[in-house]
Structures are given as C-alpha cells and as structure tokens.
C-alpha cells in the first residue's frame, strides 16, 4: 500500500520467517555459527533460546536453506507443531525422511522404522538434522523423553542424527528439570534482544533489502523505537510498518520523531518521554 510512496519493491516489516531478510547481528551470527557447528560436527543436540520475537525461527529458516542446498550431505526434518504427542511426533519425523507410516503402528515399530531410514541415509553418506521450532509448547515430559532417546541411536561413537531445539526461555527452564537430556545438550545459546546500535542497523538493513535507496528512518526515530520495541525485531517490525504507513499518508521525506513516538503511544499505550540522542 505504501511501497510505491517509499519506492520499495516490497513490504520491509512483515512479522513473517523470512530468512531474505536475515539480518547478521553479532547475536544472529553467533547463534548460527553455534547451531551449524552442531550440525556440520554431527553433535548429538542443540538448543537455541530467546524471548517471543527475537528471530528464532527466522534463523531456523536460514539453516534449513543452508542445509536444503547441501542435499547431498543432508535430510532434514523441521516440525512446527511439536505440542502433538510422542507417537505422532515419532511418525512425523519417519515420515519427512520419506517413509510412509501406517496408521496404527506400534512404538516398536516406528522406532524401528527410524533406525532403519537412519542407517540408510548413514550409507548415503547423509546425516539427518530434526529441528524442532517452538519446543517450550512440548507439554508432556514424555514428549521430552522421547526426544532425549534418539540420542541412543548411534554408529561406533556417532550420532545418527542430530537435533536441534528452538523455543523461548520456558524451554530452558523445562530444560532444567531434565537432567539427563540437559546433559545431552553439547551447544546452548541464548538470543538476546538488539541493543541499540543493532536496532538501527536492523531498520535500514530491512529498508535495504526490501528496495530502498536511501534511509528512510531518521537517527532519532531509530532510538525511539529501539526505546519502545526493546529491541525485540517483531515489536521493531510493527512500530515500523505503521509508521511508514502514516509516513506516506503524510508524505513526509523520512519517518522522523514526531511519527515513531506517535506510533510507539498507539502500539504500546504509553507514554514516551523523548528520544535517546
């Protein structure tokens, strides 16, 4: 609605998984290498924390196209949804490695059926990566428990796969209730909100990417928003779509304080008292 005013060839700020949009903060990139370590060292499981928002599950996209560009060396399973229970989720996993599964098959059997697709994408010369995004909503310790049993499957002193765990701080609390499978964990990482600086180098990264020629956000409205957002990228994304919206509707030349303060009031509901120089 606004791109053709701001002269974008897309929307910057949808709330969407768009890994397009990455952008390769300190944090972000650490928290990839970390994650990718696990995967390229055939670890047994990772685990990738960070509050509602804080691009989670953009940076899960990114490593499942990484990895989808390597379909020599890699088969992967991503399960969205993991508040299922553990029958289910067993079958799901046989059954994006490619395999059917019957309606009513037993435990022994899906465990079965596991092993074997394991080993045959093991004399592949391929390793199987299951991540599972949103992992904090896994209800059932059993649930857990299942997962911490895949560790067991192995050849000699190797994985046969390698899980890896993304969710908000609520899964590292659970974590901590479970010993035995927190011990399994050979890589955690916590991602932590934008700091200011980072925030600013996020909007105009997302202006760039989405076709703007110039800075479309001035200084001081950037650390505005970073003030409201608390540099969490979907609580930025917000404040920022609207305000390009009013933007254009005021055609002004760049969203400046007056707009991103007004924004950040009617998103927030609060009061702001000024901008941080």
């Not at 804080?54 to 560009?69: A, D, F, P, Q, Y």
């Not at 508040?83 to 989720?89: F, K, N, R, S, T």
């Not at 192995?154 to 796969?161: C, D, I, N, V, Y």
Request: charged content about 30%; proline content about 2%; aromatic content about 6%.
């Amino acid at each position: 609605m606004y791109e053709g005013y701001w002269k974008l060839k897309e929307k910057p700020f949808e709330n969407v998984a768009d890994s397009h949009f990455l952008y390769h903060s300190k944090k972000h990139d650490e928290a990839l290498m970390r994650m990718l370590y696990a995967v390229e060292e055939k670890k047994g499981a990772a685990m990738l924390t960070g509050e509602y928002g804080s691009g989670k599950t953009v940076l899960v996209k990114e490593i499942m196209n990484r990895l989808e560009k390597q379909v020599d060396n890699y088969r992967t399973v991503l399960i969205i949804n993991p508040a299922i229970p553990q029958l289910e989720l067993l079958g799901e996993i046989i059954y994006q490695l490619g395999r059917s599964i019957p309606v009513e098959m037993k435990k022994a059997e899906l465990l079965r059926s596991l092993n074997d697709v394991l080993h045959k994408n093991i004399e592949e010369d391929r390793h199987v990566v299951v991540i599972i995004d949103e992992a904090q909503a896994i209800g059932k310790e059993e649930v857990f428990e299942e997962l911490r049993l895949l560790l067991n499957l192995q050849m000699g002193e190797g994985f046969l796969l390698t899980l890896l765990l993304a969710g908000q701080p609520e899964l590292g609390e659970k974590m901590k209730r479970l010993r035995q499978f927190e011990q399994r964990l050979s890589i955690k990482y916590h991602l932590s909100a934008l700091n200011q600086e980072e925030t600013k180098g996020y909007i105009h990264h997302r202006c760039k990417v989405a076709g703007a020629g110039r800075e479309l956000f001035t200084d001081v409205a950037c650390n505005l928003i970073y003030t409201g957002s608390g540099g969490i990228p979907r609580e930025i994304n917000n404040i920022c779509d609207i305000s390009l919206l009013l933007g254009a509707g005021r055609k002004v030349t760049q969203i400046n304080e007056e707009i991103a303060k007004e924004m950040i009031e009617e998103l927030k509901g609060s009061k702001l008292s000024g901008a941080q120089e």
